[in-house]
């Protein structure tokens, strides 16, 4: 009888462990989770114009940026902040225009191919724009908008590397030492690294 039981009960064990690697499904190998809060820096280069002068101020650009995705197969769509430090400036004459620093508050969204996800983004820009005539500066921070696009690849569960083009426009101030009006609108080509939480 002792026998005949443990048959029955090795017979069983089989039978379950077959039929479970029969149903089990293994992940699919471009499976990439794109949801959630993610924390990271980036660094890239500036250039623009002034509108009313003929400065183009550019330079080197980085900060830190936050966000966060949600997923819903493969469409991702969040929101994205950072900000950030410019060398973006130009001489011309006695004056000079610079950006010390500029941010951003915008949506983002995209489509996933695995762990590359291919996104474009819109939203408010904020920044300060400087003007300088010998020892005399003005300073003027001003809000506008900022869009552009890119395309971010996940290297691990937590790590993804992206490259990103911004436009930054910001609106005209009155300065006093130039005597007109003038804003900023400026390109930005930069890369990023993301923690993913």
Known sequence: ?????????SLAMTTMALAADYYTVAAPLSAYSWAGPYLGGTAGYEWGTVSNSPTKPSGFAGGAEAGYNWQNGAFVFGGET???LSAAGESFAASRF???WFGTVRGRAGVALGNVLLFGTAGLGYGEL???LGSLS???TKFGFAAGGGVEVG????WSAKAEWLYLDLTNA??????TSNGLAANLL???????F
């Open 1 to 9: 009888m002792k026998i005949f039981v443990a048959a029955v009960v």
């Open 82 to 84: 950072d900000i950030n």
């Open 98 to 100: 610079s950006n010390p």
């Open 130 to 132: 400087s003007a300088n």
């Open 138 to 140: 003005e300073d003027h």
């Open 155 to 158: 290297l691990s569960a937590n």
């Open 174 to 179: 009155n300065f006093t030492l130039t005597g």
């Open 190 to 196: 930069r890369l990023g690294l993301n923690y993913r």
